[in-house]
């Protein structure tokens, strides 16, 4: 393999690590929001189980 080759590899590496970490960055990001989400539905179906009380 030639240099300007070995160059052009490590440049798709390193664009493959970014779209990797980028992804789990927002993986994490959408836990976060989901669990979130289902916090607040617990929440609503808890307040409409008291109000009928």
Do not use: H
């Not at 590496?13 to 992804?23: N, P, W, Y």
């Amino acid at each position: 393999m030639t240099t300007p080759q070995k160059w052009v590899l490590f440049g798709v590496v390193k664009v493959a690590l970014l779209a990797v970490a980028v992804g789990v960055v927002f993986s994490i990001y959408g836990c976060n929001t989901v669990q979130g989400l289902g916090q607040d539905i617990e929440k609503a179906g808890e307040a409409i189980q008291r109000s009928t009380k």
